[in-house]
């Protein structure tokens, strides 16, 4: 017997309306999601259930003339994965980037995540993912603040003022009632300059631009890292103030000090260790290493410098054992987050479940019945 199946489209204003900007709606489904990811909840691509996704690798040089070629921050990748719980969906987000999109009238990247039945393997929704992207990315810092930052917090650095760190500070700003200051550093000064006035008007707290990077960092009890890759970041040991949760979600380089005197907690190590890997089998590990963000740890790992990736404790496990997290305000914490499918998934699914409770979206016929299943 044929079947008729229908999944609900949500353009970017749908998802808007579903409460994608909502941080703490955001933070709560994040939190729900590492929980997941603490009890193994969860799959997401290659043998090792743990692959950040796979990408299309452009060439330097190609004699077909309209094949894209490698260029600033130019490529697709596509981040599978099955989440449990109540969730029970597998889905995918799937994205473009370049950075000439700007120029274009584009954002860098251009995402769509899509929900599926994970039996049938029809899909559910298909939805808009900027925001989605950048509210899930934001989130994570968000349950790490809620979690591991000193709960009289209130300064926060932001260092890198793009569109993710924006998503970052929301959510971290949500879960600090006491956060009175934010100073703001980017490479391009008319950039922090925004975002400081930015985080005036939308979160209400006292914005301050500056283009020396100690003075932002001085008196932070919160610093957020999502800068992008044009220059690196370069941080020192004496500039992180005691007390302080570093929340990383983009490249930072620290003195070697820095990294053995915090105390490390990862968004789940099971990525990290398939991150490692990876890079093992791609037969140039410095290379991989050099990509991602846990690349300078995973140094000092090899080196035994620090302890073993599975020694070590994720998000997950101190939500659910607080004795893993803060155990007193001097200690200075690094959270690393490298994004994860299952965050997308686990968004998705919720705006999607909002836009069907809410009426939101647009029905979209698949088939009324396959036309490979008529008789
Ligand atoms: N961990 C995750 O889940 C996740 C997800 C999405 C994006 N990211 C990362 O977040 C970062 C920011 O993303 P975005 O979309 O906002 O990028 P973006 O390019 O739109 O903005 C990044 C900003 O960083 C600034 N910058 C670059 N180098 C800097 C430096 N050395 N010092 C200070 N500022 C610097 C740029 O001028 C820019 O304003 C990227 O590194 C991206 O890869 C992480």
């Known amino acids: 017997m044929a079947r008729k199946t229908e999944f609900l ?28 990811l ?10 090792n259930h743990n692959s950040h996704g796979m990408g299309i690798v452009f060439p330097k040089e190609t004699p077909f003339p309209n094949m894209p070629v490698a260029g600033p921050d130019r490529r697709f990748v596509a981040m599978p994965a099955y989440l449990g719980g109540r969730f029970d969906v597998c889905g995918q987000k799937w994205y473009g980037s370049n950075a000439a999109n700007p120029s274009k009238g584009l954002p860098r990247s251009v995402l769509m995540v899509t929900i599926n039945n994970k039996d049938t393997g029809e899909p559910l929704a298909f939805m808009s993912a900027n925001l989605l992207s950048a509210a899930r990315t934001g989130a994570v810092p968000g349950v790490a603040a809620r979690h591991l930052a000193r709960k009289d917090s209130k300064v926060c650095a932001v260092l890198g003022c793009g569109p993710i760190n924006k998503s970052c500070f929301r959510s971290i700003a ?10 703001c550093y980017d490479l391009f000064e008319d950039k922090a300059a925004a975002f400081a006035a930015w985080a005036e008007k939308e979160c209400k707290i006292k914005g301050v631009a500056s283009a020396d ?12 890292v999502a800068a992008s890759r044009l220059k690196p970041l370069v941080l020192k040991d ?23 005197d ?7 190590i099971r990525l990290h260790e398939a991150y490692v890997q990876e890079a093992i089998e791609s037969g140039d590990k410095k290379a991989g290493y050099a990509s991602v963000i846990g690349g300078p740890i995973y140094t000092l790992i090899d080196q035994g410098r620090l302890p073993a990736l599975k020694e070590s404790v994720s998000m997950g496990d101190v939500i659910l054992d607080k004795g893993k997290g803060r155990t007193n305000n001097k200690e200075r914490i ?17 705006l999607w479940d909002t836009a069907v409770k809410k009426g939101i979206g647009t029905k979209l016929l698949l088939w009324d019945e396959p036309y490979q299943m008529r008789e």
């Open 9 to 36: 489209y949500l353009s970017e204003e749908d998802t808007i309306q579903a409460g994608v900007l909502d941080a703490e709606k955001c933070v709560n489904n994040a939190e729900e999601v590492f929980k997941l």
């Open 38 to 47: 603490s009890v193994g909840d969860y799959l997401m691509g290659g043998a």
């Open 174 to 183: 949500s879960q600090l009632p006491n956060l009175e200051t934010v100073y």
């Open 213 to 224: 990077l100690q003075t932002v960092m001085k008196d932070a009890d919160v610093v957020t």
């Open 238 to 260: 004496e500039w992180v103030k005691e007390g302080a949760t570093v929340l990383v979600t983009g490249p930072v380089q620290f003195d070697q000090s820095y990294w053995l």
């Open 262 to 268: 915090t105390k490390i907690i990862y968004d789940n």
């Open 334 to 350: 690094t959270f690393i987050a490298c994004g994860m499918a299952t965050f997308d998934v686990g968004l998705g699914y919720e």
